[in-house]
Nanobody
Framework: QVQLVESGGGSVQAGGSLRLSCAAS????????MAWFRQAPGKEREGVAA??????????ADSVKGRFTITISQGNAKNTLPLQMNSLKPEDTAMYYC??????????????????WGQGTQVTVSS
């Protein structure tokens, strides 16, 4: 059973920084992708940043390129997925979710490949 636990959310003023983290445990070595998604009230869940677990290639939404950085720390039966968020804007306000899943050749930026999700952590950016 895969478990994903997010942490690091909070409130910050525009221009500030936050660092989210996701601890993934369980049967994680079968997944090819990990990612961060976010969902604001009344909007669909959207991809923020994704990483291919074989090779480390990353993908970012256009809205966060140059401001957010996704990394991965892989260990025995546990992965940690930090998301460094800089130059935050009010439009970054959302619930942020960690996810894992995907098989060989799946596009990690596609939320349909993910079958395990965390409970989310709230990020609020004030102007």
């Amino acid at each position: 059973q895969v478990q994903l636990v997010e942490s690091g959310g909070g409130s910050v003023q525009a221009g500030g920084s936050l660092r989210l983290s996701c601890a993934a445990s369980g049967y994680t070595y079968s997944s090819y992708c990990m990612a961060w998604f976010r969902q604001a009230p009344g909007k669909e869940r959207e991809g923020v940043a994704a990483i291919y677990l074989r090779g480390g290639r990353t993908h970012y939404a256009d809205s966060v390129k140059g401001r957010f950085t996704i990394t991965i720390s892989q260990g025995n039966a546990k992965n940690t997925l930090p998301l460094q968020m800089n130059s935050l804007k009010p439009e970054d306000t959302a619930m942020y979710y960690c996810a894992t899943g995907g098989t060989f050749r799946d596009p990690c930026e596609d939320k349909r490949v993910y079958n395990y999700w965390g409970q989310g952590t709230q990020v609020t950016v004030s102007s």
